[in-house]
């Protein structure tokens, strides 16, 4: 079965430099969720979209911004990244009207340096 | 403030044991409350969910068992196995708001 797709794996970023993740949620899903996941933690909601719009809003830094694609596909941009944002960046998604389940993607770890 | 409150932090139990991890909550609006199972580096994976019109439920070795009066679930992984260890994290998500508050995580070991 498909499985959220997300990229890249890892990214090694210096302080000040700008990253763009990505998430390609499983076909059909219309909702896609961002958490971050520092060492030793536990996820912590950043950001959500639904068809396109953005549906709910965490702890996300205003250095961050994200958006869905037509075709649901989500980038989550972090610009003057800082040391503290060295974690794990966990997409997830789900049909919303049909189910509470959020399917989560590989991750990707950014290491800022 | 921690919404979901996770116990204990890290566990080890014997092969073939019970680990049982529970988690407490404030917020009565929460209602879906699934388990995740997150191996080293991976993404969360589900194992179980459970809403609160129901006291317990059972997948294979996996149980939730549900205290909507005391605000409280737990899980238990019957006859554990050393391919069990890993973190695991309780969640809960309100209808409307869909994201999930995740509980701080337990690390869990099983012993061969």
């Known amino acids: 079965a498909a499985g959220v797709i997300q990229s890249p794996r890892h990214l090694i970023k210096e302080k000040r430099e700008t990253a763009t993740l990505k998430c390609y949620p499983i076909p059909r899903h219309d909702t896609v969720y961002w958490y971050q996941q520092g060492p030793g933690q536990d996820p912590q909601f950043l950001i959500s979209f639904y068809e396109k719009m953005q549906s709910d809003k965490g702890s996300i830094p205003d250095r961050f911004s994200a958006q869905q694609f037509s075709d649901y596909h989500s980038e989550l941009n972090m610009s003057s990244l800082e040391l503290g944002d060295s974690a794990l960046y966990f997409c997830?998604?789900?049909?919303?009207?049909?189910?509470?389940?959020?399917?989560f993607g590989p991750g990707t770890r950014l290491t800022v340096l | 403030q921690q919404q979901v409150k996770q116990s204990p932090q890290s566990l080890i139990v014997q092969k073939g044991g019970i680990s049982i991890i529970n988690c407490a909550y404030e917020?009565?609006?929460?209602?879906?409350f699934p388990w995740y199972q997150q191996f080293p580096g991976k993404g969360p994976a589900l194992l179980i969910a459970i809403r609160p019109d129901v006291s317990e439920k059972k997948e294979g070795r996996f149980t939730i068992s549900f205290n909507k009066s005391a605000k409280q679930f737990s899980l238990h992984i019957m006859d554990s196995q050393p391919g069990d260890s890993a973190t695991y994290f309780c969640?809960?998500?309100?209808?409307?708001?869909?994201?999930?508050?995740f509980g701080t995580g337990t690390r869990l070991k099983v012993l061969a």
């Open positions: 969640a809960a998500s309100t209808s409307g708001t869909y994201k999930y508050i």
């Open positions: 917020n009565t609006a929460f209602d879906y």
């Open positions: 997830a998604s789900t049909i919303l009207r049909d189910t509470d389940t959020q399917y």
